[in-house]
């Protein structure tokens, strides 16, 4: 008996409105409502052919892989070829081959570098308990970085004490290093400079947090401007040198410009010991994303880009690009995804992609994984733009290989104790049984969505 969805009336490949809160849901395309009604048709039909319930199959490795082909069968229909799920239909009533395209047999070492702890539907006593599920075991994340909402001092939605708990909570079942944090710092409202301090010396931070286009009084700062630099400057001073801004995905039109890139090149050109994560790969959703376009007037992806050019910063050198609430947007489209992820990795380097998923406002990250593992940027789409062939190899880096090397962390070393830790082994006993919910916890609609977020400041 499955409690969490017994009639099987949720896909594990989650498409719909859900945003992180920090952008307006975007309610679904029409190519999106044929693709879950396509996958929910299959979904019955080859559950009866295995002898199954619907929502058996659908936790199952073939439930996903079926998921992912009745989404190719409906972007192809619309026309959107420039991208797809690379995976055989067999796969949607072959266990073993669909746990090979899909896993949990895939063995990536798995880097979530921005995850989110937010109060859930069980309330705050068992929000705990909820991320731990979602996170480690409904998905083969292996570690996360444990991020932050811009908010003013006195009144931060999470705080660093309770995500700190969060962390202690999974290593007394010996996850050590299975989360990181960040530490949120606005350098243009008082007291976050001086705050650095505690941040770095109490709490262990691995980067540093910030939202360019967020300030108390509704104005955002450049990282080039006065008060960016003394940010930059303390953070190598302090010798955490990993700083994370949040680019694109906007808050309205006020201070819209720092919500862009044209900085990101400056300072990674003045300060080339410091590493610059991009949160969102200045990705706006209102934005198609498509070829780069070199006359440097486009918005979205393609700011940052032509910062970098304009700079020249070099691929593979101090600037990644994150992947957070991009992907899972963009996993909707698969042309702009494969635009999107093609323009990345050309521009900033193979190795300077990084995974991220914004979870757990989406849910577990688990079908944003199983997307990924199977995406494939189609060949025309290469031979005219230059675009990688997503290949294993080029997947491993971006799923965690980049980002540890980010962090400092090793691994080999990680993998061999997480797959033998407590959190492995209480995992491993979950997945006898196991019961996803197939739910999103952020906001679906605009008046949701305002009621988590004032982009005033």
């Known amino acids: 008996m499955h409690d969490s969805d017994p009639e099987g009336k949720r896909l594990p490949i989650k498409l719909d409105s859900t945003s992180n809160g920090e952008f ?24 009866k052919r295995l002898g199954c319930s619907k929502r058996a199959f659908l ?14 069968a409906a972007n192809a229909a619309a026309g959107r070829a420039g991208g797809f799920f690379e995976l055989p239909r067999d796969a949607a009533l072959d266990m073993q081959l669909a746990r090979a395209q899909v896993g949990p047999a895939r063995q990536e070492f798995i880097l979530d570098v921005q995850g989110h702890f937010i109060d859930t539907p069980k309330g705050n006593s ?26 003013a001092r006195d009144a931060e939605p999470v705080t660093i004490q309770a995500a700190d708990e969060v962390r202690r909570l999974v290593d007394k079942l010996e996850g050590t290093h299975r989360l990181l944090l960040h530490g949120r710092v606005n350098p243009n409202q008082p007291g976050d400079l001086e705050g650095m301090d505690e941040l770095h010396e109490k709490w262990g931070i691995s980067a540093w947090k910030t939202y360019t286009q967020y300030g108390p009084d509704g104005k955002g700062y450049f990282l080039h401007d006065d ?114 992820l093609g323009k990345l990795i050309v521009a900033c380097g193979e190795n300077n992609v990084l995974w991220g ?52 962390l090793a ?39 305002l009621s988590v977020f004032d982009p005033a400041g």
């Open 227 to 340: 008060v960016g630099i003394r940010f930059i400057e303390k953070a190598r001073a302090l010798g955490v040198k990993n700083i994370c801004i949040h680019k694109g995905l906007p808050f309205g039109q006020r201070s819209y410009e720092h919500s862009q890139c044209s900085d990101i090149g400056v300072v990674a050109r003045r300060f080339p010991d410091v590493n610059f994560l991009i949160y969102h790969s200045g990705f706006v959703s209102t934005v198609t994303e498509k070829a780069y376009d070199a006359s440097g007037k486009s918005d979205g992806i393609d700011t940052l880009i032509t910062s970098l050019r304009k700079h020249q910063v070099k691929p593979n050198s101090n600037v990644y690009a994150e992947l957070g609430s991009t992907w899972r947007f963009l996993m909707r489209d698969p042309e702009q995804a494969a635009h999107a």
């Open 411 to 449: 691994p080999t070393e990680v993998k061999r104790y997480a797959a033998s830790d407590a959190v492995a082994r209480k995992r491993m006993a979950y997945l006898e049984k196991p019961d996803p919910h197939f739910r999103t916890y952020g906001p679906k609609t605009r008046r949701e969505f």
């Open 357 to 408: 998923t914004d979870s757990i406002w989406y849910g577990s990250p688990q079908d944003q994984i199983q997307a990924f593992r199977t995406f494939q940027i189609a060949a025309d789409l290469r031979e005219r733009h230059g675009y990688p062939e997503m290949t294993p190899a080029l997947r491993a880096r971006i799923f965690g290989l980049n980002a540890a090397k980010v962090y400092g």
């Open 59 to 72: 936790t199952s490795s073939c439930g996903a892989a079926s998921t992912l082909l009745a989404f190719n």
């Open 24 to 47: 307006a849901p975007v309610a679904l395309w029409p190519a999106n409502i044929e693709a879950n009604r396509l996958a929910h048709e299959a979904a019955a039909t080859n559950a």
């Open 126 to 151: 068992k929000r705990a308990e909820v991320f731990l599920k979602d996170v480690f075991m409904d998905s083969d994340t292996d570690v996360m970085v444990l991020s932050f909402v811009p908010s």
